[in-house]
């Protein structure tokens, strides 16, 4: 039978001195740390049979992208269903006590966890991360895939295929920067979900992460 990995990469860390949630904001690239982390998958990942590098189009994660697309010598493939969550706190700060959630003008938008009601509902990020999950493992039948995505997207959609309910606390999420979700697939089945931390672990409330 027919092994594919279809490896789920978190981007490595950006530079964000404003502490803002930059959501799908333009313009937020890596720092010099993250750059350095995703030189640290790269190394990592040479000795695999890497037959296609994807992305999300957010900076971050083609920057993230690159030094592995380039350690292979594939070009980086741009998938939308890749991108980071939605969120109405986009731009603001929203730190627990000096950020918008301080504001009782916002509390109304956090009224449902579940949904969640201050963004993206988990539901359609499962969903949209599953096609961009399948649509990777077709083209790389036999291989490995590597798709660079985001801390909340990777952890929704494993959560998904691990049967567990999709709301959940944020500072539970085992999704560390630069970190590998790793889908073992024979034929079309998920036989596997492996987790590793090439980069080192990061802790996943780390505002600017």
Same mark, same amino acid.
Not at 123 to 140: C, Q
């Given at each position: ?17 404003? *502490?803002?949630?930059? *959501?799908?904001? =333009?313009?937020?690239?890596? =720092?010099?740390? *993250? ?11 040479? @000795? ?7 992305? =999300? ?19 980086? #493939? ?9 969120? #109405?706190?986009? *731009? ?28 993206? @509902? ?30 909340? @997207? ?56």
């Amino acid at each position: 039978m027919t092994s594919t990995v279809v490896h789920l990469l978190r981007h490595g860390e950006v530079h964000n001195p404003e *502490g803002i949630l930059y *959501g799908r904001l =333009s313009g937020y690239g890596l =720092s010099e740390r *993250g750059r350095q982390q995703a030189v640290t998958v790269a190394q990592a990942l040479k @000795p695999h049979n890497l037959v296609r590098v994807v992305a =999300s189009p957010l900076q971050r994660a083609q920057e993230t992208a690159a030094p592995i697309a380039g350690g292979h010598r594939l070009d980086v #493939v741009t998938d939308e269903r890749l991108i980071e969550a939605d969120n #109405v706190f986009e *731009g603001m700060r929203v730190s627990v006590g000096d950020g918008a959630l301080r504001s009782p003008k916002h509390w109304p938008k956090l009224r449902n966890p579940v949904v969640p009601s201050w963004g993206e @509902p988990y539901v359609d990020i499962a969903r949209r991360m599953l096609g961009a999950v399948y649509r990777a493992r077709a083209a790389a039948e036999g291989g490995e895939v590597l798709c660079v995505s985001h801390q909340l @997207p990777i952890w929704t959609v494993r959560r998904f295929l691990e049967g567990k309910r999709l709301w959940h606390d944020p500072r539970a999420r085992q999704c560390s920067l630069a970190s590998l979700t790793s889908l073992v697939f024979r034929e079309e089945e998920l036989v596997d979900i492996v987790y590793s931390e090439p980069a080192g672990a990061t802790d996943p409330t780390v505002t600017g992460a």
